[in-house]
């Protein structure tokens, strides 16, 4: 059974930092990880990624701010986010690709709150 587990999430003041963590089981061969959010009444939207070789991909509205590290023996992948605005409220979502049978593994994920 595969499970895929964040936290980490939590309300910040703007200029603040956050570290999401996530954590997979189950899965067979380790693709793609990454970071998606969706805010209220806005579709999902990629935030970061680590493709099963290492290749990272970041949103351009986060590029330089957040950052994006797994661990493929311990299938986790983290997300250090800086200097965080309003903006950036959202619900934080962990997605695991499973290579082997080509299938995509949500989190439930976990709030983050950018607020004074």
């Known amino acids: 059974q595969v499970q895929v587990v964040e936290s980490g999430g939590g309300l910040v003041h703007p200029w603040g930092s956050l570290r999401l963590s996530c954590s997979a089981s189950g899965i067979f061969s380790l693709g793609t990880m990454g970071w998606y959010r969706q805010a209220p009444g806005k579709q999902r939207e990629m935030v970061a990624t680590v493709s099963r070789r290492g290749d990272i991909t970041y949103a351009d509205s986060v590029k330089g701010r957040f950052f994006i590290s797994r661990d493929k023996a311990k299938m986790t992948v983290d997300l250090q986010m800086n200097n965080l605005q309003p903006e950036d409220t959202a619900v934080y979502y962990c997605?695991?690709?499973?290579?082997?049978?080509?299938?995509?593994?949500w989190g439930q994920g976990t709030q983050v709150t950018v607020s004074s």
């Open positions: 997605k695991v690709v499973d290579f082997r049978v080509m299938t995509d593994y």
